[in-house]
């Protein structure tokens, strides 16, 4: 099974800053990552898949990069609704496996 | 507007069965694979099981091989799970969710699913 972590698992921001999250694979997954948002209350939102595609109706401060084993998530100029609980998850195999979660909380 | 609406959650003793179901709406069910993930307590997320469009396909992890069964109604838009033999590690919040490709385009709020004595 391909191991994916994620790191941090809790991060600490300002609206308007930018912020970076890390996942890394266990072995290479081509470029077949998406990220997810969670949200209490809301249900789970896809907002980047294939490692850099965004997902119809994610806003463009959200952007995705790296293939193989590295990847990372970046929120740039963070909006209040962007406080939220991040995961990643690799879509290259069966079984499809999750990040741990990164918590972004304001500062 | 796409909708998810799982039901059929609650308590169950160890060793039971509890089956779930999902309620799809608003695009053509046949036309999607389908997944069921779950989030134990204070946990992230694990995929469960996947179905292909037609059900002749299905996926799991080793964790519930052999004990759950994803299945589908298309003439009913409704996805299952049957769970079998419950160990108190199932205890979580069971999602259904509609794949896009291999990712997961849609999610449901999600159900409950507590195995207790």
């Known amino acids: 099974d391909v191991q994916m972590t994620q790191s941090p698992s809790y991060l600490a921001a300002s609206p308007g800053e930018s912020v970076s999250i890390s996942c890394k694979a266990s072995k290479s997954i081509n470029t077949y990552l998406a990220w997810y948002q969670e949200k209490p209350g809301k249900t789970n939102k896809l907002l980047i898949y294939?490692?850099?595609t965004l997902q119809s109706g994610t806003p463009s401060r959200f952007s995705g990069s790296g293939s193989g084993t590295d990847f990372t998530l970046t929120i740039r100029s963070l909006e209040p609704e962007d406080f939220a609980v991040y995961y990643c998850q690799q879509h290259n195999e069966y079984p499809l496996t999750f990040g741990s979660g990164t918590k972004l909380e304001i500062k | 507007e796409v909708q998810l609406v799982e039901s059929g959650g609650g308590l169950v003793q160890p060793g039971r069965s509890l089956k779930l179901s999902c309620a799809a709406s608003?695009?053509?069910?046949?036309?999607?694979?389908m997944a069921w993930v779950r989030q134990a307590p204070k946990k992230g997320l694990e995929w469960v099981a996947t179905i292909s469009t037609s059900g002749s396909r299905t996926y799991y992890p080793d964790s519930v091989k052999g004990r759950f069964t994803i299945s589908r109604d298309n003439a009913k838009s409704s996805l299952y799970l049957q769970m079998n033999s419950l160990k108190s590690e199932d205890t979580a919040t069971y999602y259904c969710?509609?794949?896009?490709?291999?990712?997961?385009?849609?999610w449901g709020q999600g159900v409950m699913v507590t195995v207790s004595s």
């Open positions: 608003g695009f053509t069910f046949s036309n999607y694979y």
């Open positions: 969710a509609r794949h896009s490709n291999w990712e997961l385009g849609y």
């Open positions: 294939s490692g850099s």
